[in-house]
């Protein structure tokens, strides 16, 4: 049984929208932790509240790096999916260690090597 990556199975076709979506996963999983330290504890929420908080932070940062490479949130293509990755890399590179972002970088560039030519 072939496993998933950020919810993409590899042994079957890969689109542009469903890597986006991994990235998202990816640096959401990668950063839940820190997230959730961000928050404040005075705050009566859920925690599937402070989970989608997160997920939301994590989308709006991902569409500035999309606009910020001159790429398309709503219809990435192959090379805005390694700037904006490219970009979430030297991001984190602030609070992740270098061989925790080589690992989901490489995770999602292979997901990205997986899409066929647009």
Do not use: W
Not at 13 to 34: D, G, K, S, W
Not at 84 to 105: G, W
């Amino acid at each position: 049984m072939t496993e998933c990556i950020y919810g993409i199975d590899p042994t079957k076709p890969v689109t542009p929208l469903m890597v986006r979506n991994a990235i998202t996963e990816c640096f959401y999983q990668a950063h839940e932790e820190i997230l959730n330290q961000l928050k404040t504890n005075d705050a009566v929420i859920t925690e599937k509240e402070k989970k989608e908080m997160g997920k939301d932070q994590i989308k709006i940062l991902i569409e500035t790096f999309f606009e910020e490479v001159g790429g398309d949130y709503q219809n990435p293509k192959k090379e805005e999916l390694i700037k904006v990755c490219d970009k979430l890399a030297n991001f984190a590179q602030s609070f992740r260690a270098p061989e925790i972002i080589k690992k989901h970088y490489d995770e999602i560039v292979g997901l990205i090597n997986l899409i066929k030519s647009e």
